[in-house]
């Protein structure tokens, strides 16, 4: 089975400074990872994801992340982030043929003025 | 991506009443779907799998006499509370599996239930 782990359950950080949400995985098996941003009230939107290839995906509004598959690690990045940036980050694993998520508990980023 | 649109956005309901959501691909068919449950300052949890043209499979410790599933075509899914309680008050949120790419899931806008 797999399992997410993020272990920052609130990350404050004040508006154009860097920021990076940290993921965790385990699994016995090849899997695939994604990022996606949760508004309040609203569902998940993808902000990328990583199925094979490149180690460094760049997705939506100037994230981007890289897979360490030693570290199991898939840590979210943003170079300079804006007061829209606040919402809540789930990272969550698939395993061929996606047949259903695994999410983390997620990550409240708050971006302060 | 995909587009998935869920109905209602909200809703209250009564305690012992029943109330069905609606969860609907809009641009493409979608012969699986998913269900989630997610409780305030929570992560998604999966509830079940529904599949078009038979029976959904449900998560362990899922009630699935309690919330039912029907996948009756290929854009629609739809999830049924029955007799619900305060405890059913949750964000439920639907997801297609996008069969261009069968490793991703795009997710509806989500409803939240409110059982008083």
């Known amino acids: 089975a797999q399992s997410v782990t993020q272990l920052d359950s609130q990350v404050p950080v004040f508006e154009e400074a860097p920021v990076e949400l940290r993921c965790n995985y385990s699994?016995?098996?090849?899997?695939?990872l994604f990022w996606y941003v949760q508004y309040p009230n609203q569902g998940l939107q993808l902000l990328l994801k990583?199925?094979?290839?490149?180690?460094l995906v760049k997705g939506i509004n100037g994230f981007e992340a890289e897979f360490n598959k030693s570290q199991t690690s898939f840590h979210l990045r943003k170079p300079s982030v804006h007061i829209s940036d606040t919402a809540e980050y789930f990272c969550a694993v698939s395993v061929q043929y996606g047949q259903n998520f695994v999410f983390g508990p997620g990550t409240r980023l708050s971006v302060l003025p | 991506g995909a587009v998935v649109s869920q109905h209602p956005s909200w809703v209250i309901c009564k305690s012992g009443t029943s109330v069905k959501i609606e969860c609907r691909s809009l641009?493409?068919?979608?012969?699986?779907m998913f269900w989630y449950r997610q409780f305030p300052k929570q992560s998604l949890m999966l509830m079940a799998t529904?599949?078009?043209?038979?029976?959904?499979?449900?998560e362990q410790g899922v009630e699935k006499d309690k919330f039912l599933i029907n996948h009756a075509s290929l854009t629609l899914s739809t999830l049924t509370v029955t007799s619900a309680h305060p405890e059913d008050s949750s964000f439920y949120i639907c997801?297609?599996?996008?069969?261009?790419?069968?490793?991703?899931?795009?997710f509806g806008p989500g409803t939240r239930l409110t059982v008083t």
């Open positions: 529904s599949n078009e043209g038979s029976k959904a499979t449900y």
């Open positions: 641009d493409f068919q979608a012969t699986t």
């Open positions: 990583y199925l094979s290839g490149s180690t």
């Open positions: 997801s297609v599996r996008w069969t261009g790419s069968v490793y991703e899931q795009y």
């Open positions: 699994s016995s098996v090849s899997v695939y």
